[in-house]
Nanobody
């Protein structure tokens, strides 16, 4: 499976962006998918995850209530809708997928990673 993240850009605080993660491969619909982010000089942190069916989602406390993860298995695409953005959301956002359906926050449990898309939120 190959993952391609897109949709990043520059936005003012309080604004919204929607990230997309397009996957190749027929089996992606059976994988869990997650979003992580990495700010300059910091570790890559968990943001959100969605189960293969979309029936379960989990979020980091820092984004709960503002971000929504969803997926369209017919399009092999996972989305991250980001609302009420804050300057501290500025980071490179990465999508990841796991064939075993893991829905936790550990980076090392995800088998596949996209290249990242930069989100910049100005105050």
């Amino acid at each position: 499976v190959q993952l391609q993240a897109s949709g990043g850009g520059w936005v003012q605080a309080g604004g919204s962006l929607r990230l997309s993660c397009a996957a190749s491969g027929r089996t992606f619909s059976s994988y869990s998918a997650a979003w992580f982010r990495q700010a300059p000089g910091k570790e890559r942190d968990f943001v959100a995850v969605i189960s293969w069916s979309g029936g379960r989602t989990y979020y980091a406390d820092s984004v709960k209530g503002r971000f929504t993860v969803s997926r369209d298995n017919a399009k092999n695409t996972v989305y991250l809708q980001m609302n009420t953005l804050k300057p501290e959301d500025t980071a490179v956002y990465y999508c990841a997928a796991d064939a075993a359906g893991y829905t936790g926050s550990r980076r090392d449990q995800y088998d596949y990673w996209g290249q990242g898309t930069l989100v910049t939120v100005s105050s």
